[in-house]
């Protein structure tokens, strides 16, 4: 069973920084690198709103149009690891903070990890 555990949430000002990580582990048939990774954020009130996706290899990312310029997504595969930098952080940017990791077979989801951007 994979367990996907995120990181570095907390509370920052407008115009802040943060950077969150995903540490992977529980692989048995396949590997980290089997998957593609993704990051999802979940406002209060609001449904669960996709952010950034990256390739099995950690290349080609694509982000929601709300982050663009501002997230970057990342992964380690040597280490089990993605890892999402944020910039320049705004309200909107409140939320639960979920990885995800995709196969053809389906997916697992960490438990969240909260960010509040609060002045």
């Known amino acids: 069973q994979v367990h996907l555990v995120e990181s570095g949430g907390g509370v920052v000002q407008p115009g802040g920084s943060l950077t969150l990580s995903c540490a992977a582990s529980?692989?048995?048939?396949?590997?980290?690198?089997?998957?593609?990774m993704n990051w999802y954020r979940q406002a209060p009130g609001r449904q669960r709103e996709f952010v950034s996706a990256?390739?099995?290899?950690?290349?080609?990312?694509i982000y929601g149009d709300s982050v663009k310029g501002r997230f970057t997504i990342s992964r380690d595969n040597a280490k089990n690891e993605m890892y999402l930098r944020m910039h320049g952080l705004n309200l909107e940017d409140t939320g639960v903070y979920y990885c995800?990791?995709?196969?053809?077979?389906?997916?697992?989801w960490g438990q969240g990890t909260p960010v509040t951007v609060s002045s």
């Open positions: 990256i390739t099995r290899a950690g290349d080609s990312p």
């Open positions: 529980g692989f048995t048939d396949f590997t980290f690198s089997d998957y593609a």
């Open positions: 995800n990791a995709v196969r053809a077979s389906g997916g697992y």
